[in-house]
Structure formats: C-alpha cells, structure tokens
C-alpha cells in the first residue's frame, strides 16, 4: 500500500521571521529571546529610515559639486603645449616595461585669448615626451598649470559615492550596536543557563 502521508510543510518565511523576532507565540522563546528580536526590527528600521536621509545627502553633494564644475569650467582653460626637448626614457623594470607612463617635460604654450608665450614644466605620457609633440594642458584663470575641471557626470558619481559610504557607515554602526547587544544578551542567557543547571543537576555538575 502506497503511503500518502507527507512531511509537515516547512513554516512560511513571514512565519519565520516573526518567530525569529520573537513576534510569534512560542513556549520556548526566552524573554531575551524576544528582546534580541526587538534589537533586530529596530536596527533593520533604522538602517531602512536611514535611506532617504542619505539620498538627501548624495543630492546636496551632486548640487554643490556640480555648482563647483561650473565654476571651474568657466575659469579654466584648455591650450596646447609644444615639448621643447625630449625627455630621458623612464626606468624600466626586468621585464622592459616602463614603471611609469608619464614623463616630466619642458614645453611652451601661449596663455589664453592671445597671450604671451609661457615656457614651463609639464606632465605628458611617456609616448607624447619627444621634442615636437603638442598636448592639451588646462590654466587657470591666472595662467597657471592646474587639473581638467570636473564635469557633471563626475559630480553625480561622487554625489552616488557619498551617499553610498554614508548609508554604509549607518549600517555598520548599527550592526555594531546589535552584536554588541546580542553578545550582552548571550552573556546574560548563557550565566542563566548555567544558573538553572546548577540548580537541577546540583553543584557537582557545573564543575
């Protein structure tokens, strides 16, 4: 005769984390049991609340840097240098690559809107390093060597980035305030324990 009885069906998740946060009647849930489990939903809402306060922060972030990119694009400027004299091979390792790809050049340009000519040192990579060669370098609003300016999609990254490390940094403090609840919770659970044991089995037993 075929046997039709079937296994008991495994709770459902809900189920599952309601008896895991202690939400569920059980007899032999402990009192810190559930206390562990409020900690838990606490520290899960908190990090879930904590979502849009960082969005804000990523939102200021990307506001401000892209006001910054605006600035810098309209105060810096693009010109090409010309290298005046090739520069030295960089060092290479055993195998013959180069450990770095850019050389220290000089190099001549003239300053934006028709100015004077200016002669100084640049940063070019390794292939552009041969007297003759031109490559783009950014001024500022002085005249001086200074970095590409950021554009908007630099700022949206970084907006992304910051709100991402805050969200994260959120989350590992408040995991840190649960494993750190949890580990009173077990201290006080495990000398109850003994506690109780020592009762029943007498003091020989815990020895």
């Keep these: 005769m075929r046997n039709t009885v079937r296994g008991a069906r495994p709770p459902h998740l809900c189920r599952r984390v309601l008896r895991r946060l202690g939400a569920v009647g059980n007899p032999l849930v402990r009192r810190s049991d559930r206390l562990e489990g409020l900690i838990l939903a606490t520290t899960v809402l908190l990090a879930l609340l904590a979502l849009p306060l960082v969005v804000a922060l990523g939102r200021a972030d990307v506001a401000m840097e892209e006001s910054a990119a605006d600035a810098q694009t309209g105060s810096r400027h693009q010109v090409t240098a010309t290298v005046l004299k090739t520069a030295p091979q960089p060092a290479s390792v055993g195998d013959g690559a180069p450990i770095t790809q850019h050389s220290r050049v000089t190099a001549r340009w003239r300053l934006p809107h028709g100015g004077a000519p200016h002669t100084g040192v640049v940063t070019v990579p390794a292939g552009d390093a041969a007297a003759g060669s031109r490559t783009p370098i950014w001024l500022d609003h002085r005249g001086r060597q200074t970095t590409a300016p950021l554009t908007r999609a630099d700022a949206v ?51």
């Design 157 to 207: 990254t970084n907006g992304v980035l910051v709100g991402a490390f805050a969200w994260l940094c959120a989350i590992g403090l408040l995991a840190g305030a649960y494993w750190v609840a949890r580990g009173v919770l077990d201290r006080r659970r495990a000398a109850r324990w003994a506690a109780e044991w020592q009762q029943f089995a007498g003091p020989e037993a815990v020895r």
